[in-house]
């Protein structure tokens, strides 16, 4: 609330928590239609009244006085469900496909650096571009595998297998440490090695490497998001990837659902050569018909672009 001079006012926050019928009262009392209220009440109780009136936005009409909403007419409890469901369904698929990339990244990563400047690649500062801060790169690999006598409980076997045995270099090789690196690590490895070093990677994927950086910056943080549950359908993506020139059409709309897609699809089927992603994408909307598909982006006949081929 603003103050006529334009200054925030803020206020209190005063409102009880209600009990599970509460909540399906309420629901009611603005025009949601509830057919099986022990069902209901159960997705309530174990998804949260919160959390689903995400997915009732959709359903929702023209605001009240109050600040509340009514549904559109017709709308049942089951149509909020199924979206959410949809959601989910949605980010099962998104989690299984970036496994496969974060997994294929680490691997061409590391064994193109280890190639090129040795197995412990990573603790030469000169791998890297000067403004990385390589310092503290190497403290939280530290932090990561469990190095020093108060972390050695994190430690995975094969870490503690290498203190065990050797005693130089201090840290274990590359290919150990890029198993336990999170996909954000990566990304600003990749964002921070030398042009000349990135370019035999993006070359697999056809793309510059700045565009690559760029995607696997939104991959990492889409990974985050459907890692903790959030929302993927309807949202706006705050970190928006570079267009390639090749696929300039697919990034229209850079900022929502159809723009990760279009990256996992293109990076999924260089990693893996039988990937079905698309198709799983394309049985996902068909098992949800009534699921707009538009407010994730996807234009008409998405499935007949080439880039789905």
């Avoid at 009244?49 to 017709?74: E, V």
């Avoid at 909020?80 to 496909?97: M, N």
């Avoid at 691997?107 to 190639?115: A, K």
């Avoid at 993506?237 to 696929?247: L, S």
């Amino acid at each position: 609330m603003l103050t006529p001079g334009g200054f925030l006012l803020t206020m209190k926050f005063n409102k009880p928590a209600i009990s599970i019928r509460q909540q399906l009262a309420i629901m009611e009392s603005r025009g949601l239609a509830i057919n099986d209220h022990a069902i209901a009440e159960r997705n309530l109780r174990f998804i949260g009244y919160f959390r689903l009136s995400g997915y009732a936005l959709p359903f929702q009409a023209h605001a009240n006085a109050d600040g509340t909403h009514s549904f559109i007419d017709n709308t049942q409890f089951e149509n909020v469900i199924d979206l959410y469901f949809f959601d989910r369904c949605l980010r099962l698929l998104v989690i299984d496909a970036l496994e496969k990339i974060e997994v294929g990244l680490r691997s061409l990563l590391n064994q193109h650096m280890s190639e090129q400047l040795g197995s412990h690649w990573y603790l030469n500062q000169a791998a890297f571009v000067p403004s990385f801060d390589h310092t503290e790169f190497i403290t939280r690999i530290k932090s990561n595998i469990g190095h020093g006598k108060v972390r050695s409980s994190v430690r995975q076997s094969f870490i503690q297998h290498y203190f065990k045995k050797y005693n130089a270099p201090e840290l274990p090789p590359g290919w150990m440490i890029f198993e336990i690196l999170s996909m954000g690590t990566v990304s600003k490895i990749f964002k921070n090695i030398p042009r000349e070093l990135q370019k035999p990677i993006a070359k697999i994927f056809n793309v510059d490497p700045s565009v690559l950086a760029s995607w696997i910056h939104s991959l990492s943080y889409l990974r985050n998001l459907a890692a903790h549950h959030q929302r993927i359908w309807n949202r706006n993506f705050t970190i928006k990837p570079t267009k390639a020139k090749k696929y300039a059409e697919e990034f229209i709309n850079s900022d929502c659902f159809y723009a990760q897609a279009v990256m996992i699809q293109l990076l999924t089927k260089q990693i893996d050569l039988h990937s079905d992603w698309g198709n799983s994408i394309s049985k996902l909307f068909d098992s949800h018909p009534s699921v707009a598909i538009r407010k994730l982006g996807f234009p008409k006949n998405w499935a007949n672009r080439e880039v789905w081929a």
